[in-house]
């Protein structure tokens, strides 16, 4: 085995996770090669940034490349999230949330943004590999091996730790068996990018491009839309929804571009303000995403992002929680590198799943409505609006959070004072539900 096919720390995917991992090690002092299985750049979703993640870009040295470079690359500053449902609007702004910590954020062409970390993570010293795939892993005490297939051939890297940040490849949950169904219902999302020419109608004059916009469908409220907005004017758009909303009576399966088309112009408010947009990329689906494993760790390795466990994109918690996961990883790798005692379980696992389980509720209740009712019933002068944008800016980590520390008990409760209220009976608001 050649010298430069031992590492400190192999990681498995160069995105957003790996890239940032990889920094936060090197800023150790340990060496990393990442094994890429693309070539960069290349198409990926989960565009719209939450302003949580600025605070570990920050700390893997990225956060000023992203600055000086998000005009450059169509980046669009994001200060909040506007929401849309049969008519009515609401809105929230990430600056007046409950936790500390950055309120604004930017939404990316995923392509040209996880380049950029990529680079940086080269510039500071990482080592990537980009065309080469794993194949097959194994661990033992002294670490771990890796057999890869590159462009020269089959060869191995040995590390004295792995991390996975394979995204939806999930290629040690493969490899391992570690697999297993989320509680979460699979659905489908279709997708594109349009130029979509909204400064040129009376609607589209008045749209905030510094917020996503999520929209309810007008009559099956499981269905919902984004609609992402670049600083170039283009803009990227899709639905989600269980399969068979995409099907014919017949079961089979429309035309891609047919469906989106379809649920666009079947909802008054997107059809106006997309009115002269022009399709400019083919449209795509992804199905089956939601996905979780029978453990985040093992022996010398850990699973970051997306390789470990995904949710739904209706929150934008994707990045979020890779980053996340990166940030406690390396942590955790650093510490055990350098010979002291590590609990993986309870540094690692614990406080990710927090997290994750804060999104997690939060994506229930929108499906099952609720959260949907306490979105649109909120008012700006309410004291738990700012706890609600709190998360929905990516700070589902932030315990003194009521929302956070007992999301689901009191997403319910909210629910229903949100549903009395409606119903006109008279309950008495308290902020602490």
């Not at 600083?231 to 891609?256: P, R, W």
């Not at 306490?374 to 959070?401: H, R």
Request: hydrophobic share 40%; proline share 3%; net charge negative.
């Amino acid at each position: 085995m050649s010298k430069q096919d031992v590492f400190d720390v192999s990681i498995i995917g160069a995105g957003p996770s790996g890239a940032i991992a990889a920094s936060l090690l090197m800023q150790k002092g340990w060496s990393v090669c990442l094994i890429e299985r693309e070539h960069f750049p290349r198409f990926s979703i989960g565009e719209s940034l939450l302003p949580h993640c600025m605070e570990m870009l920050e700390q893997a040295n990225m956060l000023e490349a992203l600055l000086s470079n998000a005009e450059k690359l169509g980046f669009q500053y994001k200060n909040g999230a506007a929401f849309h449902r049969a008519g009515k609007d609401c809105h929230f702004d990430f600056v007046k949330k409950f936790t500390e910590g950055p309120g604004t954020t930017y939404q990316v062409k995923r392509a040209e943004f996880d380049k950029l970390l990529a680079d940086e993570a080269q510039k500071q010293g990482a080592e990537i590999r980009y065309g080469h795939t794993v194949t097959d892993f194994s661990s033992d005490e002294s670490g771990t091996l890796l057999s890869v297939d590159g462009p020269q051939g089959n060869y191995q890297v040995k590390a004295k730790f792995t991390l996975d940040a394979s995204g939806f490849g999930r290629v040690l949950p493969r490899l391992l068996n570690l697999e297993k169904d989320s509680v979460l219902t699979n659905r489908k999302a279709v997708f594109t990018h349009f130029k979509d020419n909204m400064s040129e109608t009376s609607a589209g004059k008045d749209f905030d491009r510094n917020k996503i916009l999520i929209t309810v469908h007008p009559t099956k409220a499981d269905v919902w839309y984004w609609l992402i907005p670049f600083s170039d004017g283009t803009a990227s758009i899709g639905v989600v929804g269980e399969q068979h909303y995409f099907c014919n009576e017949d079961g089979s399966e429309l035309a891609l571009e047919d469906v989106l088309n379809k649920y666009i112009h079947e909802d008054a408010n997107l059809s106006t303000l997309l009115a002269k947009a022009e399709m400019i990329a083919p449209v795509r689906t992804i199905g089956g995403y939601s996905a979780d494993v029978t453990s985040l760790h093992g022996q010398n390795f850990a699973l970051l992002g997306n390789a470990g466990e995904f949710l739904d994109p209706v929150f934008s918690s994707g990045v979020t929680i890779a980053m996340h996961s990166a940030m406690l990883a390396a942590d955790v790798v650093d510490k055990q590198l350098a010979g002291q005692a590590v609990d993986w379980q309870e540094n690692f696992t614990v406080p990710l799943t927090k997290g994750i389980e804060t999104f997690k509720h939060f994506v229930m209740a929108w499906y099952e409505t609720s959260l949907q009712e306490v979105i649109f019933f909120s008012d700006e002068d309410t004291q738990v609006k700012p706890m609600i944008c709190s998360i929905l800016a990516g700070y589902a980590w932030d315990e003194n959070n009521p929302y956070v520390k007992n999301t689901k008990r009191r997403l319910n409760v909210l629910a229903d004072i949100c549903q009395a209220e409606k119903d006109g009976v008279t309950t008495e608001h308290e902020t602490q539900t």
